[in-house]
Nanobody, 125 residues
Framework: VQLQASGGGSVQAGGSLRLSCAASGISFRGYVIGWFRQALGKERWLVAAIAWSDTSTYYEVDAKGRFTISRDNGRNTVYLQMNSLKPEDTGVYYC???????????????????WGKGTLVTVSS
């Protein structure tokens, strides 16, 4: 089982990036998939999530209106489109999957079933 995160890079403030999280060895059906950001010296923080079964979504307050999380059934892939990027969006982005609902992944005590390796996003001012 592997989650492959990709799409990070360096952009200037106001730019855009699209992150991808592709699953191999599992189907995302029944899972909720989230993107977490870890800034230097800080804890990992849930930025956005999507429930595969009903496509319900969650966004942290600062991501609303700028980020869009979506899924591709056929590719078993989740995307995070990030627009109007700010320097504070800088960090390593990880995708993770856990069986359950949006409430599951939002629970700070929940353990994720799978983690992908991170992809670095750097936003310069």
């Amino acid at each position: 089982v592997q989650l492959q995160a990709s799409g990070g890079g360096s952009v200037q403030a106001g730019g855009s990036l699209r992150l991808s999280c592709a699953a191999s060895g599992i189907s995302f059906r029944g899972y909720v998939i989230g993107w977490f950001r870890q800034a230097l010296g800080k804890e990992r923080w849930l930025v956005a999530a999507i429930a595969w079964s009903d496509t319900s979504t969650y966004y942290e307050v600062d991501a609303k209106g700028r980020f869009t999380i979506s899924r591709d059934n056929g590719r078993n892939t989740v995307y995070l489109q990030m627009n109007s990027l700010k320097p504070e969006d800088t960090g390593v982005y990880y995708c993770a999957a856990v069986a359950g609902t949006i409430a599951t992944i939002r629970n700070p005590l929940a353990f994720m079933d799978y983690w992908g390796k991170g992809t670095l996003v750097t936003v310069s001012s």
